[in-house]
């Protein structure tokens, strides 16, 4: 089993989250809210509005997300879903767990889908601590199979870093 930091929208409450949930893909078990120990630039980009986490530590914002333990199966359907290693990039990345009742050491290692492969022009674009599809950035997530923009309702779940609901 391997640790999985998502930020985007594998997140609960958002667009793509439901893949997470599939069995068919593999098994993915939640185990606590986190933020980047480090700043990475977590911004919105191309024409489908997709958040990207760009492999640029030190610039940026700490980003908030949710840690996930997978099986080897989940691994590798994410993987193809986030077009590993073409689009992103499968890393290790240091965390600061967010739970309140988690006991021990809060700095945690899981791997995360970063990117390499972007446009110079994307570090000037405005960074987010927190992705939500439906957020007030007014950039609507458009779902790369169907190429309609997604619906979802989000408003029952918080996505920041101390949300409490999960």
Known sequence: MQHVFVYGTLKKGQPNHVEMLDPANGRAEFLARARTVE???LVIATDE?????LD???T?????????????KMLEFLDEFED???????TEIRLEVRDRD?????IQEAFVYSTITYEPEWLQKPTYESYDANGDHGLKYIDRDTSSVTQQNTGAVKTGCDATNH
């Not at 940026?60 to 080897?72: A, F, K, L, N, P």
């Not at 988690?102 to 809060?106: H, I, K, T, V, Y």
């Open 39 to 41: 700043p990475y630039p």
């Open 49 to 53: 509005n997709v958040p990207f986490l």
């Open 56 to 58: 640029a530590p030190g």
């Open 60 to 72: 940026g914002r700490r980003v908030c997300g949710e840690i996930y333990r997978v099986d080897q």
């Open 84 to 90: 590993c290693p073409k689009t992103y990039q499968r």
């Open 102 to 106: 988690r006991e021990g050491d809060n």
